[in-house]
C-alpha cells in the first residue's frame, strides 16, 4: 500500500449508507478497505479492498481483523466507521429476546469487538465513527421523525443507546490514556435504504456527505452528531 494515502475501513459497504460511504471517501482519494458478509460487492475500484466479515462470529471478526493487518502491511488506519448494523424488530412492539440478543449481537457486541481489535491499528490521530440511531436517543423519545411510537421495535433502540454508551466509555478510556484518537457516534437521518424503506426522505448519498465532513474532522470527543450539531444522548 502507498503509505502516503489515508486509509479508512467501514463495515458494510455493499449497501446502504455504507455503500455510498466507501464511494464517498474513494472519490476523496482514500484507500477503502470495505466489509461484507459474503466478501464481495457489486462496484469496483483500485483503492477498495474487500474483507468478508459477519459481525456475529468471533471467528470471523478475528479473521478479518488479521485480513485487514495484511492488507495494511506497516501502515495505519486513519478513519474506522462501524456502519453495519441490523434491525432485527423493525415490526414489533413487544421485546422479544431473541431478537434482543441477535441485535445486539450485530450493532453492539461484535461492533465493540472488532474495534477494540483495531484500535493498536488507528492512528493516534485517527477517528472511529459508530453509526447509531435517533432511535438510540433517550433525550429525543418523543420525537421520532418516522411516526413511530416510542416503543416500537425496543431490540433496535436498546441496541443504539448501548453504543452510544460504548462511543462515551471508549471516547473517555482513550482520553484517559492519554490517545489522541477521536470516539464519535452519528445519527445518519432517516435513510433509503433497505432498513430506512422507500418513504425515507434522505438518500444514502447525502448522509454519507456530512458523516464524511465529521470523520475527517477532529471534533469534540465522546459525542453524539447529526449534521454535524450535537445530537441529545
Ligand atoms: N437507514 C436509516 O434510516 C438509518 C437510520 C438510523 C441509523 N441507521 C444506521 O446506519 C447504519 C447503516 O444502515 P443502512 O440503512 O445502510 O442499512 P442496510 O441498508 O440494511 O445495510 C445494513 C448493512 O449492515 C451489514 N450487516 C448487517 N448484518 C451484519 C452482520 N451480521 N455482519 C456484518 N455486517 C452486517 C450489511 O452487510 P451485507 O450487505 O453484507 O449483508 C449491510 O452492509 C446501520 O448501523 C443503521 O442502524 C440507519
Not at 120 to 127: A, L
Not at 211 to 228: C, M
Request: proline share 3%; aromatic share 6%.
Amino acid at each position: 500500500m502507498n503509505n502516503t494515502q489515508k486509509t479508512t475501513i467501514i463495515t458494510g459497504v455493499g449497501r446502504g449508507i455504507g455503500k455510498a460511504l466507501a464511494q464517498k471517501f474513494l472519490n476523496e482519494g482514500y484507500v477503502v478497505i470495505g466489509t461484507s458478509q459474503s466478501g464481495a460487492v457489486d462496484f469496483n475500484h483500485d483503492n477498495l479492498k474487500i474483507v468478508q466479515l459477519d459481525l456475529t462470529s468471533a471467528d470471523s471478526i478475528k479473521k478479518c481483523v488479521a485480513d485487514i493487518s495484511s492488507i495494511l502491511k506497516d501502515s495505519k488506519i486513519d478513519i474506522h466507521i462501524n456502519n453495519a448494523g441490523a434491525l432485527e424488530d423493525e415490526d414489533e412492539t413487544r421485546l422479544i429476546v431473541q431478537k434482543l440478543r441477535d441485535t445486539l449481537e450485530v450493532n453492539l457486541i461484535g461492533t465493540a469487538d472488532l474495534t477494540e481489535q483495531m484500535i493498536p491499528q488507528i492512528n493516534k490521530d485517527g477517528h472511529i465513527v459508530s453509526l447509531s440511531s435517533q432511535a438510540g436517543s433517550i433525550g429525543d423519545m418523543d420525537n421520532i421523525e418516522d411516526s413511530h411510537e416510542p416503543y416500537h421495535y425496543p431490540a433496535y433502540k436498546i441496541s443504539k443507546a448501548a453504543l452510544n454508551m460504548y462511543t462515551r466509555t471508549l471516547a473517555a478510556r482513550l482520553h484517559h490514556e492519554g490517545d489522541g484518537i477521536i470516539v464519535s457516534s452519528v445519527h445518519p437521518g432517516w435513510v433509503k435504504t433497505d432498513m430506512g424503506g422507500d418513504e425515507a426522505p434522505m438518500l444514502p448519498e447525502e448522509a454519507a456527505g456530512w458523516i464524511y465532513k465529521l470523520a475527517i474532522s477532529r471534533p469534540e470527543t465522546g459525542q453524539f452528531w447529526y449534521k454535524g450539531e450535537k445530537y441529545p444522548w
